[in-house]
């Protein structure tokens, strides 16, 4: 009974630790000054995974990851880098997962490269049935 209690104090602990009691970055949910940065922050954000979310972008995301991962796009931005490098520093740091649109690797092949070869067996069943229908 003791070890269950022990178990189920532990469990509720890690729940407890899961979000931050420290506040959100202040880019977080503020918008930069120049429309034309925050603009192009915002593509940029719309183009990046949210790295603890199942498909949510950093820009649709409540998460305090996707939080302080605005604040890092929108610093960056108004610091005059250009969002491709910003994003190019953002998959250096959190790998290839972070962006929507991974660059072709060895790695990432088969994600390229799967949907070309189901194609073309769906192509060539198709084939073989219309002509065994025509025949």
Known sequence: MRRVLLVAALLLAGAAQADSNLPASPLAYTQLAD??????????????????????????????????MRALVRQRIAAGEQPAQVRKWLMERYGDYVT?????SWVTAPLWIAPLVLLGLGLLIARRLFRRKAA
Not at 54 to 64: E, K, Y
Not at 100 to 104: A, F, G, K, R, T
């Open 35 to 68: 429309a034309e940065q925050e603009a192009q922050a915002k593509a940029l954000m719309e183009t990046l995974r949210c790295l603890v979310c199942q498909g949510q972008s950093i820009a649709d995301s409540d998460a305090d990851m996707a939080g302080e």
């Open 100 to 104: 929507y649109d991974p660059p072709l």
